[in-house]
């Protein structure tokens, strides 16, 4: 369940970090915010930050938590029939005091605290960014070998698992195979989360491909109840997490321009920056530029 905006005013500042004094502080991410309610049960805030090459950023993106949790709600919804998640529908407005709804108003949800599987589980459908560097390097990704003579942003003939590492803050996730996957976690949700990834990835980018979004890539999170049962938790498929594609756009031998950060990412590499913090401060144009293509992937995909 959401906020019902009849119950707060959300407001139109950008949001950096939160500060509720009503729960416990736990962790705070490079988007997310995490609080505890109660002993079994979390809020996840997503504020506006962006992190680029490991790097958050002093400049947040207006509105883009609110974009990260109604994509999310939407995909949760969605797919909710292939595996659950980690959503209880509680309200996250009767969790906090009332004088701080608004500064969590459309931006957060109440979850189920389950134990997070320590793998990212990557699902690629089409060959571009770090995969595409491992195949021109090894002619596989993750261990798994690829025709030859494949272009950059070519579709894959299937999706395929390519799982990443879980890397500390300030360092860069890194592509591991499925066996270093099976010594993580365990043959037998190795083989699930494989299962169930490949599944939520071919069913998201069938709907996406409707509303002329490719899905080129997305990486899924999962955790596990006491009895072992396997979640979805964390996000699901938002540009954040995922690779969109604008199906009008598309071309291989390039890489194709995208609904997330990469934007961010490209003006970035124009400045004289050696990619440690502080990172340069981002001018109102590309703040602009880059709120309005989250808000266009959300439009696109939820019809609102």
Same mark, same amino acid.
């Given at each position: 369940?959401?906020?019902?905006?009849?119950? /707060?005013?959300?407001?139109? /500042?950008?949001?950096?970090? /939160?500060?509720?004094?009503?729960?416990?502080?736990?962790?705070?991410?490079?988007?997310?915010?995490?609080? &505890?309610?109660?002993? !079994?049960?979390?809020?996840?805030?997503?504020?506006?930050?962006?992190?680029?090459? !490991?790097?958050?950023?002093?400049?947040?993106?207006? #509105? =883009?938590?609110?974009?990260?949790?109604?994509?999310?709600?939407?995909?949760?919804?969605?797919?909710?029939?292939?595996?659950?998640?980690?959503?209880?529908?509680?309200?996250?407005?009767?969790?906090?005091?009332?004088?701080?709804?608004?500064?969590? &108003?459309?931006?957060?949800?109440?979850?189920?605290?389950?134990?997070?599987?320590?793998?990212?589980?990557?699902?690629?459908?089409? $060959?571009?960014?770090?995969?595409?560097?491992?195949?021109? =390097?090894?002619?596989?990704?993750?261990?798994?070998?690829?025709?030859?003579?494949?272009?950059?942003? %070519?579709?894959?003939?299937?999706?395929?698992? @390519?799982?990443?590492? =879980?890397?500390?803050?300030?360092?860069?996730?890194?592509?591991?195979?499925?066996?270093?996957?099976?010594?993580? $976690?365990?043959?037998?949700?190795?083989?699930?989360?494989?299962?169930?990834?490949?599944?939520?990835?071919?069913?998201?980018?069938?709907? *996406?491909?409707?509303?002329?979004?490719?899905?080129?890539?997305? =990486?899924?999170?999962?955790? /596990?109840?006491?009895?072992?049962?396997?979640?979805? $938790?964390? %996000? *699901?498929? @938002?540009?954040?997490?995922?690779?969109?594609?604008?199906?009008?756009?598309?071309?291989? #031998?390039?890489?194709?321009?995208?609904?997330?950060?990469?934007?961010?990412?490209?003006?970035?590499? @124009?400045?004289?920056?050696?990619?440690?913090?502080? *990172?340069?401060?981002?001018?109102?144009?590309?703040?602009?530029?880059?709120?309005?293509?989250?808000?266009?992937?959300?439009?696109?995909?939820?019809?609102?």
């Amino acid at each position: 369940m959401r906020i019902a905006e009849s119950e /707060t005013t959300m407001s139109d /500042t950008p949001l950096y970090k /939160t500060d509720l004094k009503s729960l416990p502080f736990l962790h705070r991410g490079k988007v997310r915010d995490i609080y &505890a309610v109660g002993d !079994d049960k979390l809020l996840v805030v997503q504020s506006d930050r962006l992190s680029a090459f !490991d790097v958050i950023l002093d400049d947040p993106i207006p #509105g =883009k938590g609110r974009v990260l949790t109604e994509v999310s709600y939407f995909w949760f919804e969605k797919l909710k029939h292939i595996v659950p998640n980690h959503l209880t529908g509680i309200d996250p407005a009767t969790v906090v005091a009332p004088e701080e709804r608004a500064q969590i &108003a459309g931006r957060a949800m109440v979850v189920h605290k389950y134990q997070p599987l320590m793998v990212e589980a990557v699902v690629r459908g089409y $060959i571009i960014g770090s995969g595409w560097s491992d195949y021109q =390097k090894t002619g596989a990704i993750c261990g798994i070998q690829l025709p030859a003579g494949l272009k950059q942003a %070519e579709k894959l003939a299937e999706p395929i698992f @390519t799982p990443a590492s =879980k890397a500390p803050a300030g360092h860069h996730d890194e592509n591991i195979t499925y066996e270093d996957v099976v010594n993580t $976690i365990g043959a037998a949700n190795t083989a699930k989360v494989k299962e169930i990834s490949i599944q939520l990835y071919t069913e998201a980018a069938a709907f *996406a491909a409707t509303r002329g979004i490719i899905i080129a890539d997305t =990486k899924f999170e999962f955790g /596990t109840d006491a009895a072992g049962n396997i979640f979805l $938790i964390d %996000e *699901a498929l @938002t540009p954040d997490s995922s690779r969109f594609w604008p199906a009008a756009e598309y071309r291989t #031998g390039i890489s194709p321009p995208s609904f997330d950060k990469q934007f961010v990412r490209d003006w970035l590499e @124009t400045q004289p920056w050696n990619k440690k913090a502080p *990172a340069p401060r981002l001018p109102a144009a590309v703040l602009a530029k880059t709120a309005e293509k989250y808000r266009e992937a959300q439009r696109m995909l939820t019809g609102h």
